[in-house]
């Protein structure tokens, strides 16, 4: 796995795209009480948030999943409008940036290097949880799970979200905690960086990703771009 000083410098970037659920935002508190709220609905015990972590970056299908292990995918299927609906009522009752997360944005706005955000998480949910938390006007571009015909793991919405900020993928980056993230990023032609805060449903395998660098917290990716960021007053690449 590289590092800030085997990849070389200077490395600014041209743009960051950035994964939400599980990178910037910890959804988790919200996400899992939707699950006990379906849960309820139907007579069932709820379930606690700290082992139900590692499913969030796979979606709400996942959680009933694991919240309904008896279920069939029809039977995932037929639950997943109520999670969705108590979800929505509740989207932004506990969750928060992670520490250090508002840090790196406001040093890549402040050295003028373009952001956006790409989700597998549906564009109206998104819109309205950026809403509640006040970020609605913090970046450019946010990409849907449903805003184009492929979600990630497909580069389609990566390329789609580069050329809305006018970036080259050879000079940008995707972060993100879930093989989704990577895999599309490095085939749109990304650098790529796992981030290890997140939502890992298996830490082991990592090395596996082929990704370029592992951050452990969201400062430390201010090791990978600050330096560069500082001293190179080039306007980013287009």
């Known amino acids: 796995m590289s590092s800030p000083q085997s990849l070389g410098s200077p490395m600014r970037?041209?743009?960051?795209?950035?994964d939400l659920d599980g990178t910037l935002l910890d959804t988790a508190p919200d996400l899992?009480?939707?699950l006990n709220a379906v849960l309820g609905d139907q007579g069932c015990e709820p379930v606690p948030v700290e082992p139900f972590r590692r499913w969030v970056s796979q979606g709400g299908r996942r959680l009933l999943k694991e919240g309904f292990p008896e279920l069939d995918g029809e039977g995932i299927e037929a639950l997943l409008p109520s999670f969705l609906s108590h979800y929505d009522q509740a989207i932004a009752t506990y969750t928060r940036p992670y520490n250090g997360v508002l840090e790196v944005l406001a040093e890549l706005d402040r050295a003028s290097i373009p952001w956006g955000i790409v989700t597998n998480k549906?564009?109206?949910?998104?819109?309205r949880l950026l809403s509640e938390i006040d970020w609605s006007m913090r970046t450019e571009v946010v990409v849907g799970g449903d805003s184009l015909a492929q979600r990630k793991p497909h580069p389609e919405p990566v390329r789609f979200a580069l050329k809305a900020l006018g970036a080259n993928s050879a000079g940008a980056w995707m972060v993100g905690d879930d093989l989704r993230d990577i895999t599309a990023g490095r085939d749109a032609g990304c650098r790529t960086l796992i981030a290890r805060w997140g939502y890992l449903d298996d830490p082991a395998s990592l090395d596996s990703w082929q990704a370029d660098g592992i951050v452990e917290q969201p400062r430390g990716l201010l090791d990978w771009w600050r330096t560069a960021s500082s001293t190179d007053s080039e306007p980013c690449s287009t």
């Open 122 to 127: 549906p564009l109206g949910l998104t819109r």
């Open 13 to 18: 970037p041209s743009a960051v795209l950035f």
């Open 32 to 34: 899992i009480a939707a």
